[in-house]
């Protein structure tokens, strides 16, 4: 089962490493000593306990859709020439980049600072994880 060092937990939850520490000491999250003697947490806790923590904002458009995957975030660019444009939308910790034509970021308003909604839905997503399969 991998393990993460506290400095490792934090990145990942985006938190400090004191905080993580604070989490530990109130018992919401668990922690174990490793091989060497130094704190780690279980990554299936981790993975339980950033389910439970995360809290998305509420997504403001009020539609109904199959797509489950929904990003609330602020734009924070706009690339457009006559025919399409780039919008770049900060969604928590995630940057999400959407290809479209510049008629819809017109008829959508898109411009700095406006909250939008990513919905992704796809059909191909690549998994990864660190030094690959061995």
Same mark, same amino acid.
């Given at each position: 089962m991998?393990?993460?060092?506290?400095? $490792?937990?934090? *990145?990942?939850?985006?938190?400090?490493?004191d905080t993580v520490r604070r989490w530990v000491r109130a018992g919401a999250l668990d922690a174990e $000593?490793? %091989?060497?003697?130094?704190k780690?947490?279980?990554?299936?806790?981790?993975?339980?306990?950033? @389910?439970?923590?995360? $809290?998305?904002?509420?997504d403001p458009s009020g539609v109904? *859709?199959?797509? @489950?995957? *929904?990003?609330v975030g602020l734009v924070t660019d706009v690339v457009a020439d006559r025919v399409m444009a780039k919008v770049e939308l900060?969604?928590? +910790? %995630?940057t999400i980049v959407s290809l479209m034509s510049a008629e819809a970021v017109n008829e959508l308003g898109l411009e700095p600072g406006v909250?939008?909604?990513?919905?992704?839905?796809?059909?191909?997503?690549?998994? $990864?994880? +660190?030094?690959?399969?061995?």
């Open positions: 991998p393990q993460f060092r506290f400095s $490792e937990a934090a *990145r990942l939850l985006g938190v400090s490493d $000593e490793d %091989h060497a003697g130094r780690v947490v279980d990554g299936a806790k981790l993975a339980a306990f950033a @389910r439970a923590q995360a $809290e998305a904002p509420d109904g *859709r199959s797509a @489950r995957n *929904r990003f900060q969604c928590g +910790p %995630h909250l939008a909604v990513a919905v992704v839905k796809a059909t191909h997503v690549v998994v $990864e994880t +660190p030094g690959g399969a061995q």
